[in-house]
């Protein structure tokens, strides 16, 4: 099974083999060549539309976005602690974007505490739901960035609960959201109902966002989104096999992986014994960033060291590597209730039944927030914009360096042009048969 450009190997590849790869891709691509020129010509015309069409960020907007990287942080970490959890998928920015809609509701120290966990105590409310509202429509536009991402986010309130029209309207201005009633007490039929928006709003994608309802008697947000990274350059679709994922030292997990050389944003940070890639979305608005320790091991001590300092250091540092990919093609669905943790971020009073105040939802001091699910999806998939195959004729990818992602790691999708961070998370295990360890 030596023969052919898209041979199987189930150890990683050594550089020898990597670049026995992207010889073969090279053949490969020879008679493609005139196909791919056109395709070349006919993207470079239309990023060079979407580049005229750019828009310059508000003020606001842009503080909530460099904001939004230190809530990913805070949240990420708080997250981490808890016991039990494993995969971990959040978006900042749509959280911040729940938090505005808290702030929309609210009134007074339930309202103000929004701004302390935004770091936006200067933002004036009107600005700051419209710089929420557009730092979200740049970050997910399908048009200027090739994305799939789906956002779905409903307020549901319990039955007794009338919602108040000028909150209704603001609410789908700036948060695209809508509210339904819903009589909690019947648990069943809620779920159902909950978790049946959740899918149907993201095709399918979020099948699951809520096992139980603890509290029957407050209001609750749910967001539910389906994100694929659109890569920047494509991986061939042929370059996909079967590999094991090594949860820990003791469970694997047999999953597909996709596998290309390239060129790619590297580093090697051999002090904390892991390296970082850089791999750009799209239209390079963004990249998704993996951090990976250098051996199988749980990620408490690289989530010891992850801050935001160490994190922009880190960034600055990478620098464009021939690097021998292979990455985990799956899916990874997570639901989280972010109630106590946007709790420990300061977000002590909305909550709280006794305290809260969300008399601009519902006209009366009758509410209070009981909890925020977030529910994603992420597909990564061998899909992208073409590959540029002149590299492959060229000596660039000579001796690449090996990425290797087959145990835990953590993730980000870093958005160039805003400075915001559209996800974190944490992939330990994904989903898959265990596999035995015999080979
Ligand atoms: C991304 O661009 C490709 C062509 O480059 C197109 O086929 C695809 O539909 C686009 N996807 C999205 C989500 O815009
Ligand atoms: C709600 O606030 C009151 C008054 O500050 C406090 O005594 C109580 O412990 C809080 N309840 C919760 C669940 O945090
Ligand atoms: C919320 O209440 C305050 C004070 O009553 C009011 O000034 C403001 O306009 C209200 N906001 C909304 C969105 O209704
Ligand atoms: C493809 O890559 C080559 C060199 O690596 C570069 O000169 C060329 O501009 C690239 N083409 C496109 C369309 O990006």
């Given at each position: 099974?030596?023969?052919?450009?898209?041979?199987?190997?189930?150890?990683?590849?050594?550089?020898?083999?990597?670049?026995?790869?992207?010889?073969?891709?090279?053949?490969?691509?020879?008679?493609?060549?005139?196909?791919?020129?056109l395709?070349?010509l006919?993207?470079?015309?239309?990023?060079?539309?979407?580049?005229?069409?750019?828009k310059?960020?508000?003020?606001?907007?842009?503080?909530?976005?460099?904001?939004?990287?230190?809530?990913?942080?805070?949240?990420?970490?708080?997250?981490?602690?808890?016991?039990?959890?494993e995969?971990?998928?959040?978006?900042?920015?749509?959280?911040?974007s729940?938090?505005?809609?808290?702030?929309?509701?609210?009134?007074?120290?339930?309202a103000t505490?929004?701004?302390?966990?935004?770091?936006?105590?200067?933002?004036?409310?009107?600005?700051?739901?419209?710089?929420?509202?557009?730092?979200?429509?740049?970050?997910?536009?399908?048009?200027?960035?090739?994305?799939?991402?789906?956002?779905?986010?409903?307020?549901?309130?319990?039955?007794?609960?009338?919602?108040?029209?000028?909150?209704?309207?603001?609410?789908?201005?700036?948060?695209?959201?809508?509210?339904?009633?819903?009589?909690?007490?019947?648990?069943?039929?809620?779920?159902?109902?909950?978790?049946?928006?959740?899918?149907?709003?993201?095709?399918?994608?979020v099948?699951?966002?809520?096992?139980?309802?603890e509290?029957?008697d407050?209001?609750?947000?749910?967001?539910?989104?389906?994100?694929?990274?659109?890569?920047?350059?494509?991986?061939h679709?042929?370059?996909?096999?079967?590999?094991?994922?090594?949860?820990?030292?003791?469970?694997?997990?047999s999953?597909?992986?996709?596998?290309?050389t390239g060129?790619?944003?590297?580093?090697?940070?051999?002090?904390?014994?892991?390296?970082?890639?850089?791999?750009?979305?799209?239209h390079?608005?963004?990249?998704?960033?993996?951090?990976?320790?250098?051996?199988?091991?749980?990620?408490?001590?690289?989530?010891?060291?992850?801050?935001?300092?160490?994190?922009?250091?880190?960034?600055?540092?990478?620098?464009?590597?021939?690097?021998?990919?292979?990455?985990?093609?799956?899916?990874?669905?997570?639901?989280?209730?972010?109630?106590?943790?946007?709790?420990?971020?300061?977000l002590?009073?909305?909550?709280?039944?006794?305290?809260?105040?969300?008399?601009?939802?519902?006209?009366k001091?009758?509410?209070?927030?009981?909890?925020?699910?977030?529910?994603?999806?992420m597909?990564?998939?061998?899909?992208?914009?073409?590959?540029?195959?002149?590299?492959?004729s060229?000596?660039?990818?000579?001796?690449?360096?090996?990425?290797?992602?087959?145990?835990?790691?953590?993730f980000?999708?870093?958005?160039?042009?805003?400075?915001?961070?559209?996800?974190?998370?944490?992939?330990?295990?994904?989903?898959?048969?265990?596999?035995?360890?015999?080979?």
């Amino acid at each position: 099974n030596h023969e052919g450009p898209f041979r199987v190997t189930l150890r990683p590849m050594d550089s020898l083999e990597a670049i026995n790869l992207s010889l073969s891709l090279n053949r490969f691509f020879t008679m493609w060549q005139n196909v791919v020129a056109l395709a070349l010509l006919a993207t470079a015309a239309s990023a060079a539309t979407a580049a005229s069409a750019d828009k310059v960020l508000s003020q606001h907007a842009t503080t909530l976005a460099d904001n939004s990287a230190n809530l990913a942080l805070s949240l990420y970490q708080d997250m981490a602690k808890e016991k039990n959890v494993e995969n971990i998928l959040i978006s900042p920015v749509v959280v911040a974007s729940s938090l505005g809609l808290v702030a929309l509701g609210g009134k007074a120290t339930t309202a103000t505490q929004v701004k302390t966990v935004l770091n936006a105590a200067k933002v004036p409310d009107e600005k700051l739901h419209s710089g929420l509202a557009e730092l979200l429509t740049e970050v997910s536009d399908p048009k200027t960035r090739n994305v799939t991402w789906k956002i779905s986010n409903r307020l549901y309130g319990p039955s007794t609960v009338n919602f108040v029209d000028a909150f209704v309207k603001s609410s789908k201005k700036h948060y695209n959201c809508d509210q339904s009633k819903i009589n909690f007490k019947d648990k069943k039929s809620s779920l159902n109902a909950i978790n049946e928006w959740a899918a149907k709003s993201t095709d399918g994608k979020v099948p699951e966002v809520i096992k139980d309802i603890e509290k029957t008697d407050g209001a609750m947000i749910i967001n539910a989104m389906f994100f694929k990274p659109h890569w920047d350059e494509e991986f061939h679709h042929k370059m996909v096999d079967n590999r094991g994922f090594m949860a820990s030292h003791s469970y694997t997990v047999s999953i597909e992986m996709m596998h290309r050389t390239g060129l790619y944003d590297f580093y090697d940070d051999a002090t904390n014994k892991l390296s970082i890639l850089g791999m750009p979305l799209a239209h390079k608005k963004s990249s998704l960033v993996f951090i990976m320790p250098h051996q199988v091991e749980n990620l408490d001590r690289v989530e010891k060291v992850l801050n935001k300092k160490q994190l922009d250091i880190w960034l600055s540092k990478l620098q464009q590597t021939a690097v021998a990919l292979s990455l985990p093609k799956v899916s990874m669905e997570v639901s989280h209730n972010l109630q106590k943790h946007l709790e420990k971020l300061g977000l002590t009073e909305a909550g709280n039944k006794s305290k809260a105040d969300l008399s601009n939802m519902s006209g009366k001091k009758d509410l209070y927030l009981s909890s925020v699910f977030h529910a994603a999806t992420m597909e990564l998939s061998t899909e992208g914009n073409e590959m540029n195959t002149t590299i492959f004729s060229s000596d660039k990818l000579k001796s690449p360096k090996l990425f290797y992602v087959d145990h835990p790691f953590i993730f980000l999708v870093k958005d160039q042009k805003t400075n915001s961070i559209l996800f974190i998370g944490r992939m330990v295990r994904p989903k898959g048969e265990k596999m035995r360890d015999e080979l």
